[in-house]
């Protein structure tokens, strides 16, 4: 298969963790070598030769017949001045990026881009990133011509949560570029009527909003509720409390960039359940766990005869990397649908690896199964 071209808006720990896995990978993949591959299947065993064929951290080792290794980042911007000016693949590394090392990034040829900086760095966010003084490349028409002259099929939106202008900013430069979108962070683009109708029109296709983590919270949360739902116990209450390290923990501390994320994940959770309960989410920052993640999810309820019921769930993970095993399907999504031609927003895709869809499946299974059925040319969308 053709490379997928990648542009990419923020290069913090998402990023080097999308970046580092192209690498990764490369050697995984050579077990796939001379045989068939299909998404392994959900009961896990198998419909044919070559299902049973797994590649650890993988959704899909072979999307729509592009593997992980046919991404290539072709642009970057970023505004902090560590990042800005420098190779990729040194930029990744630059601080406060603090996310696990699991691969060597060769020398990439692809130099950072001083992007505009808007509303992506808050007074609050500067004790971690510092601005750079390089001239902005402040103009959508010249964004949309980088993207055009490096062939970007899809700009990935990693930048700071609630950056709203940004994002919006890159959004159009991609629409101008005709490059798909797959949007990592709680801003509304797909779920926006105005950039979904646009998207459909010109044939950009979008993936978003909000990553929703390979295994993270939100997924997490969901499926506990459904079970609960599903074997007849009565919810009465329930939280999800995170927290990590990260410069993405400490933004979202801050209540006026945070309430984005709660309310997208509010939107994942309320969209399993069937009646209202109460349901609290926040996050907290801890500075020693670096890129690392816990998060806490405690349910009570009413079972039979009305006995109390309470479960508890602790997740512990690396949060960067768990975003780009949903990074690197989205992706490839854009790309499928550039290549059929298709626009708007990718409904399966998106229910499956986003946390804030306009159309929410009711179970992570048929999303799934949904998504893998467009994947195979069964469903329009
Ligand atoms: N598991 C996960 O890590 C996960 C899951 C879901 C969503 N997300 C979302 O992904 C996004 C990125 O997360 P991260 O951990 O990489 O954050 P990060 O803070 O490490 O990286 C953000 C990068 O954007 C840069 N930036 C700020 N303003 C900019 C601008 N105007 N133009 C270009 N670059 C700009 C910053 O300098 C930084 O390098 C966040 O919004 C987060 O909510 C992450």
């Not at 570029?177 to 296709?205: C, S």
């Not at 509720?225 to 400490?250: A, P």
């Not at 949903?326 to 490839?332: L, S």
């Amino acid at each position: 298969m053709s490379e997928i071209k990648v542009a990419i808006a923020g290069v913090g720990n998402c990023t080097n963790s999308l970046v580092q896995g192209r690498f990764y990978y490369e050697d995984k993949e050579q077990t796939l070598k001379n045989k068939t591959t299909f998404p392994p299947s959900l009961d896990g065993r198998g419909r044919g030769e070559g299902e049973r064929e797994i590649i650890p951290g993988l959704m899909h080792p072979v999307l729509g017949g592009y593997k992980v290794t046919d991404i290539v980042p072709v642009v970057a911007f970023d505004v902090d001045k560590r990042k800005v000016g420098k190779d990729l693949s040194e930029a990744i590394w630059a601080s406060p990026n603090c996310t696990k090392k699991f691969s060597e990034v060769p020398h990439l040829g692809v130099k950072v881009l001083m992007g505009p900086v808007l509303d992506g760095v808050t007074e609050h966010l500067k004790r971690y990133v510092e601005v750079s003084s390089e001239k902005e490349i402040d103009n959508v028409d010249k964004v949309a011509q980088i993207l055009k002259d490096n062939r970007a099929d899809a700009l990935v939106i990693n930048l700071p949560t609630a950056s709203e202008k940004a994002a919006w900013f890159y959004a159009e430069a991609a629409f101008k570029a005709k490059a798909g979108i797959v949007n990592g962070i709680p801003v509304l683009i797909a779920n926006d009527k105005v950039f979904a109708k646009k998207a459909e029109k010109n044939k950009v296709p979008i993936v978003g909003d909000d990553y929703k983590s390979q295994l993270g919270g939100t997924i997490l949360d969901r499926d506990l509720l459904n079970l609960c739902i599903q074997r007849g116990i009565k919810i009465t209450k329930s939280y999800q409390l995170n927290y990590g390290g990260n410069t993405d923990f400490w933004n979202l501390t801050d209540y006026s960039r945070g309430k984005t994320k709660h309310a997208s994940k509010k939107r994942g959770v309320d969209s399993v359940m069937t009646y209202p309960a109460p349901f609290s989410v926040n996050v907290s920052h801890l500075e020693v766990l670096n890129d690392d993640k816990i998060c806490r999810i405690e349910i009570w309820g009413e079972n039979f005869g009305g006995t109390p019921i309470k479960l508890e769930a602790k997740l512990h993970v690396v949060d960067s990397p768990n975003s780009a095993g949903v990074m690197v399907d989205a992706i490839r999504c854009c790309k499928l649908a550039l290549d059929r031609g298709i626009g708007g927003v990718l409904e399966s895709a998106s229910s499956y690896l986003m946390k804030s869809t306009p159309k929410q499946y009711s179970s992570e299974e048929r999303a799934r199964k949904a998504m893998d059925e467009w994947i195979k040319g069964k469903r329009g969308e």
